[in-house]
């Protein structure tokens, strides 16, 4: 059982490429959400999914696609990565579930935009 | 959205009880109280979660105000593996459950 795992670990892009963050769930939760985190502040949400080829809209979306063709695994894109895009990526997953709503993160992927 | 409020950083001693306040003084009646931590350069890990009454687990110990606007986490004996910044949460129904971060509490541990 290998929880959420992120893909890549780190990644340096230049402004105007393109990438893909790819996270995966064994656990076979129903909700996936991708946060941002800045130097010295808490996490915000991009996007979340309340299941399989749902997706919607969270605190910072502009500048992020997503998508979750499949339960397991939730896709965050930049189609054409800026310098203020430079953060730590986190994604979550978690049960559907009133008692059981916990969240398990991954380890986080560092961008850097140059 | 309901916000938390807490202290920016605080202190303990290796070994003693901590306890970490937290005022949410805008929860609505069906808003579980989660607090998460996250130890340097890893993600947030789950600590406990409550609704109304108090809550124990093998990581801490969750005591709900009766009128459930404020909440402390409680660790019992803090270890130097406890040094971490320390989020109370309210999550958010109209963003799937997503958990609004706030900037938490740094809590420091010395031998």
């Known amino acids: 059982n290998a929880g959420v795992t992120q893909t890549p670990k780190f990644r340096v892009l230049k402004t105007g490429q393109s990438m893909t963050l790819l996270c995966a769930q064994d656990?076979?939760?129903?909700?996936m959400y991708w946060y941002r985190q800045d130097p010295g502040m808490g996490l915000r949400l991009i996007h979340y999914?309340?299941?399989?080829?749902?997706?919607a809209k969270g605190e910072v979306p502009d500048g992020y696609n997503v998508s979750r063709l499949k339960k397991q695994n939730f896709l965050l894109g930049l189609e054409s990565a800026a310098p203020s895009q430079t953060s730590v990526y986190f994604c979550a997953s978690s049960y559907d579930d009133r008692d059981l709503r916990v969240q398990y993160f991954g380890p986080g992927t560092r961008l850097t935009v140059t | 959205d309901a916000k938390t409020t807490q202290p920016n950083s605080m202190e303990s001693n290796e070994e003693e009880p901590v306890h970490l306040p937290c005022n949410h003084s805008?929860?609505?009646?069906?808003?579980?109280i989660h607090w998460y931590r996250q130890l340097p350069s890893q993600g947030p890990e789950y600590v406990i979660h409550?609704?109304?009454s108090n809550v124990n687990n093998r990581m801490a110990s969750l005591a709900i105000a009766e009128d459930r606007k404020s909440s402390t986490l409680i660790l019992h004996r803090a270890t130097l593996r406890d040094a971490a910044v320390y989020y109370c949460i309210l999550s958010d129904p109209n963003s799937g459950y997503a958990l609004n971060f706030g900037k938490g509490t740094s809590l420091l541990v010395t031998p």
């Open positions: 409550g609704l109304t």
């Open positions: 656990m076979n939760h129903e909700y």
């Open positions: 805008t929860i609505s009646g069906t808003d579980y």
């Open positions: 999914s309340v299941g399989e080829g749902t997706t």
